[in-house]
């Protein structure tokens, strides 16, 4: 199931704890803190049941990736199961949409944490960011699960913060947590594409699926888990944000959280959340990272990207080159591109890479209960993927037709 191109594997050290904390930390990233904003924007009363529409299509998408993940249990995540289940294209097409997109997220992920930190000088501690977390990768991966561990504390204890510190408030009013649906169906479903990118963390855990003890026990309890943690924590603070700003005022709203706690009467805490904020971003950027090195480095294993990518370290047991080339390209873009306002194109890439693992569970059984979930997730993903603005679509097919002639160049040379 693994095809490695050294003489070295993986090493096998993360149980059901590091796994659950490596998905919590993509997942409470700093997508809370930012995405609530545009999704109560479009959906207005919609946004809570446009949240349980994403709930709900990552759900379907959490148990085909845990299925899969137990079955093949190696680095790359969905291009593995793609490549094994459809066929080769189908794998690369996932592999590329995935790295193509989430390096991008890196990017942004890095600004997003320079922005916060020290907004004057966003893109020189973007790059000091990513050099920090590339080297804290190489180093193994229990030194990348305990610091994200430290992260994800960090964070559910200033959100934990915010959600009291709204409910408690004379400004609260449960009357403005009333579901509708303004903007009509479209509204709650391009809501529940912008929310669904914060849920797809939990990939990075099948994306590990190499570094997990006793992966086919393991990874289906993990990635439920993780999920379920945050949709908690989601709906948390989405209720006592929205309890305090009104949809109208969340979707206005440029740091939501950090607006929620002044509204509610304790401006002094704003610049906690900030720091929340930050430490956040730093934790998705870290999971970022990992994915992407993870799955570079089965996609150089197979020759669809430089085979130097796909050495392990023999110490640290990590696929050093790979990370550091993805720490490179990833420094690169923070140092000279603002890519916040660009990545519109990484939600539908997010969305195709699901979509193929869903597409990968439903060949697994015939049995028509167990393809309900894949069959669900499959069109939640295509549903949610063209629901989004029309520009993130035509740089998302682009992307994927990009990727697809240049797999038709490399296969046409090897031909000859």
């Known amino acids: 199931m693994t095809r490695s191109g050294s003489g070295f594997g993986l090493r096998r050290t993360l149980g059901v704890g590091d796994a659950v904390v490596i998905g919590l930390g993509s997942m409470i990233g700093a997508g809370i803190f930012a995405a609530l904003g545009p999704a109560a924007r479009v959906a207005g009363t919609g946004l ?4 349980a529409v994403a709930a709900v299509v990552a759900y379907c998408n959490a148990t085909s990736s845990a299925r899969l993940a137990a079955l093949y249990p190696a680095s790359g995540g969905t291009y593995v199961y793609g490549r094994e289940r459809l066929g080769e294209f189908w794998g690369y097409l996932a592999g590329w949409s995935f790295v193509v997109g989430k390096i991008a997220s ?34 193994g991966i229990q030194k990348s699960a305990w610091l994200t561990r430290v992260i ?24 403005r947590l009333g579901i509708g649906v303004p903007s009509g169906v479209g509204g709650v479903l391009q809501a529940a594409g912008l929310l669904f990118f914060a849920f797809a963390g939990y990939a990075r855990i099948a994306t590990l699926g190499e570094e997990v003890r006793d992966p086919a026990r393991t990874i289906p309890r993990a990635i439920p888990l993780a999920l379920g943690i945050t949709l908690v924590v989601y ?41 929340g904020a930050a430490v956040a971003a730093l ?13 570079t480095l089965a996609m150089a294993r197979d020759g669809h990207l430089p085979g130097a990518l796909a050495a392990v370290h023999p110490r640290f047991q990590v696929p050093h080159r790979a990370e550091v080339a993805v720490g490179a390209v990833v420094a690169v873009l923070a ?19 699901y979509a193929l693992a869903n597409a990968s569970a439903w060949t697994l059984s015939s049995a028509l209960v167990a393809r309900v979930g894949p069959a669900v997730g499959l069109a ?17 097919v682009g992307v994927l037709a990009v990727g ?13």
């Open 283 to 295: 934790g998705s950027l870290l999971a970022l990272v990992l994915g992407v090195s993870r799955t």
């Open 335 to 353: 140092a000279t591109v603002d890519v916040r306002g660009a990545i519109g194109f990484s939600s539908f890439g997010v969305l195709a890479y």
């Open 48 to 51: 809570l049941l446009g949240l």
């Open 106 to 139: 890196c990017a942004a992920m890095a600004l997003t944490v320079g922005a916060y930190v020290w907004p004057g000088q966003a893109h020189a501690v973007a790059v000091a960011a990513v050099v920090a977390l590339t080297a804290v990768n190489y180093g």
């Open 235 to 275: 709906a948390g603070v989405a209720g006592a944000v929205l309890s305090v700003l009104g949809p109208d005022g969340l979707g206005q709203a440029g740091a939501p959280l950090a607006d929620a706690v002044r509204a509610a009467g304790v401006p002094g805490l704003a610049p906690v959340v900030r720091a």
């Open 152 to 175: 994800v504390a960090t964070v559910l204890a200033v959100l934990a913060s915010v959600v009291v510190v709204c409910l408690v408030s004379g400004e609260s009013d449960a009357g």
């Open 380 to 396: 939640g993903c295509v549903v949610l993927a063209f629901s989004l603005p029309v520009a993130s679509v035509l740089v998302g």
């Open 404 to 416: 697809g002639l240049a797999y038709g160049v490399r296969r046409r040379t090897a031909e000859r």
